[in-house]
Each structure stands twice: as C-alpha cells, then as structure tokens.
C-alpha cells in the first residue's frame, strides 16, 4: 500500500511537471520572431501626463507618432508632440531585441508598497494577424524598458 501511494505521488508530479512544461512552452510567443506588423499603440499615464505612442507599419517605413494626451471640453484630447519616420526593418529589429512578442498577457500587478508610478497598456498586431496586449502599473514585462528609450531616441534624433 505504501508503494502505491508513492508510485502514485511520482506519477502526480510527472503530470504536473509536463503540464506547466506544455503550458509554458507549447505556444508561447516568447521566442517566436517577429517578421512584421501593422500597428503598434502604446499608451502611458502617469500622475501629470499621459502619452500614447502609435506605430504604424507603412511598407518598407514606420511611422513612429508621440500624442500628449490632455482632457479638455470635457474629453480627453490627443495633441502630436513629435513624429518620425524610419525604416521598418530598423524597428523590427527593435521589438526583437526587446522580446516584444513575448509581451502578450503581460499584466504587471502594481507592486505594493510602491504608492506612485506609470501604468501602461499596450496593443499591437504583429506577424500578420497576431494580436498582442499588455498593460500594466509600476510593473513592466522584460525588455519595456528598452523598447521605450529606443522610441524615444527615434523621436528625438530626427
């Protein structure tokens, strides 16, 4: 009796490790490449401000636009800071250097203890009809970091 229980707890763990396994891996976007996408909308609030970056795929061009979001007329307002147009392999090579693909489900509880920060939300449809969304507060999948100090140097190098 005492070996069935414990051929039976083996055999528990077995299917526990292979489903997490399955779970984790089978499907998982994480290191799919990217080859292309449509469009990108990337919106960050803060205590002050609120932008939205859009990224548009244009062909062999991107169009990278910064909005200033503000509330007037009783609406929220987009008014166009900065844009910039680059080479779309250019920005590829950018959402794959920061793991863009494996982004989708991200949800970045806001940490506790932490009583101020950015939220974000993020859409975006990539490598044809993949769909990707993210959001998060104080909390940002690896590699966002990254993603939006490349937007930005884009933005304000041109």
């Given at each position: 009796?005492?070996?069935?229980?414990?051929?039976?707890?083996?055999v528990?763990?077995?299917?526990?490790?292979?489903?997490?396994?399955?779970?984790?891996?089978s499907?998982?976007?994480a290191?799919?490449?990217?080859?292309?996408?449509?469009?990108?909308?990337?919106?960050?609030?803060?205590?002050?401000?609120?932008?939205?970056?859009?990224?548009?795929?244009?062909?062999?061009?991107?169009?990278?636009?910064?909005?200033?979001?503000?509330?007037?007329?009783?609406?929220?307002?987009?008014?166009?800071?900065?844009?910039?147009?680059?080479?779309?392999?250019?920005?590829?090579e950018?959402?794959?250097?920061?793991?863009?693909?494996g982004?989708?489900?991200?949800?970045?509880?806001?940490p506790?203890?932490?009583?101020?920060g950015?939220?974000?939300?993020?859409?975006?449809?990539?490598?044809?009809?993949?769909?990707?969304?993210?959001?998060?507060?104080?909390?940002?999948?690896?590699?966002?970091?990254?993603?939006?100090?490349?937007?930005?140097?884009?933005?304000?190098?041109?």
């Amino acid at each position: 009796m005492k070996n069935f229980f414990l051929i039976l707890l083996l055999v528990i763990a077995i299917i526990v490790v292979v489903f997490i396994s399955i779970k984790k891996f089978s499907g998982s976007k994480a290191s799919e490449e990217i080859h292309s996408f449509e469009k990108i909308n990337l919106r960050i609030s803060g205590m002050r401000v609120t932008q939205e970056y859009e990224i548009i795929c244009r062909g062999d061009e991107t169009e990278i636009l910064l909005y200033q979001i503000f509330y007037a007329n009783g609406k929220d307002e987009r008014r166009l800071e900065k844009n910039v147009t680059v080479k779309t392999e250019e920005m590829i090579e950018i959402l794959n250097s920061c793991g863009f693909s494996g982004w989708n489900g991200f949800y970045g509880k806001h940490p506790k203890n932490v009583s101020d920060g950015d939220m974000f939300r993020l859409e975006a449809v990539i490598n044809d009809s993949e769909k990707i969304h993210a959001e998060g507060s104080a909390n940002f999948p690896k590699g966002y970091s990254e993603f939006k100090k490349e937007l930005n140097k884009m933005l304000n190098d041109n």
